[in-house]
């Protein structure tokens, strides 16, 4: 199922391109969030990632709402992502405070048992914890603007489909990862070339050196021309998985749908002999 998705994604790409304005804004405020770091630090670019953050879903919104429509400019993007910003923010911080709340309790746990100096279990835990919380409601954002959900029944109608077709969510999510890894392999090759003779020296460190290596001693090593080599690459990155990605995941959405069209029985009745169903 997920090729032919893929391909009607790719289709999308070429045939509306306002579809590559959240990869626009995403690879300037990513560059932005970089060069911030750099420059000023954590401090800064911490509370920067927030205001971005909310910035770009207003975007990814807005692409939603094109696809769902099969057509749309930069101002039906606008539009689009205003009416259901929050019918797609309300569920998304409903999920991290879900997630947070869990490694809270984890750590609670861990700290009543005495085993609260081993963290990487306690991190494990709650990344084995996190996991299916993620995926259950990965489609919440597209439940929101294709069937104009609401905040929890976005979330519940997420975790339906997913527990409907988990094998064909499952498939999904590995082409996605494969995207990803090809998309950042290729550009952290052409990376490396541009600044070969920077990283030059990294191959002759032995093994203690690489052990204490950090990354601040290999900001200072590129310079300011290998950071805004790496802000160009991070754009490239950026503006090519974003729609990508938000594509792919909105057509696999719809097939999904289609699939298993939603049937809302009234809560109160019975079936007769010929299995019609009668409200009481």
């Known amino acids: 199922m997920a090729i032919t998705e893929l391909k009607e994604a790719i289709n999308l790409l070429k045939r509306l391109p306002s ?47 094109i696809i769902r429509n099969n057509e749309g400019n930069f101002r039906t993007m606008l539009t689009g992502g205003i009416r259901y910003y929050f019918r797609v923010l309300l569920p998304q911080l409903i999920i991290i405070f879900g997630i947070m709340l869990i490694f809270t309790l984890v750590m609670i746990t861990f700290s009543l048992i005495g085993a609260l100096s081993d963290i990487g279990i306690a991190t494990a835990l709650t990344i084995g914890f996190m996991i299916p919380i993620v995926i259950l409601t990965f489609f919440y954002d597209t439940a929101a603007v294709f069937e104009e959900r609401k905040v929890f ?25 494969a995207i990803i890894i090809g998309i ?73 749908t289609q699939a298993a069209p939603v049937t809302e029985l009234p809560t109160t009745g019975e079936f007769d002999s010929k299995g019609r169903w009668f409200k009481y």
Request: hydrophobic share 60%; proline share 3%; aromatic share 14%.
């Open 19 to 65: 579809l590559w304005i959240p990869g626009i804004v995403g690879g300037i405020l990513t560059v932005a969030l970089w060069v911030t770091l750099n420059l000023s630090g954590t401090f800064f670019a911490g509370r920067l990632l927030v205001i971005f953050g909310l910035v770009l879903l207003l975007f990814i919104t807005g692409l939603l709402v």
């Open 153 to 177: 029944d976005s979330i519940h109608r997420s975790i339906q489909l997913v527990m409907m077709h988990i094998n064909d969510v499952i498939a999904f999510l590995f082409f996605c990862a």
């Open 184 to 256: 950042i392999f290729m550009l952290m090759i052409i990376w490396e070339a541009l600044l070969y003779d920077k990283l030059e020296p990294i191959t002759r460190y032995n093994e203690t050196q690489l052990q204490t290596f950090t990354p601040e001693q290999l900001i200072a090593m590129i310079g300011p021309g290998g950071m805004w080599i790496t802000a160009v690459i991070l754009f490239i990155g950026v503006f090519l998985l974003l729609p990508l990605l938000y594509s792919f995941k909105a057509c696999f959405f719809r097939k999904l």
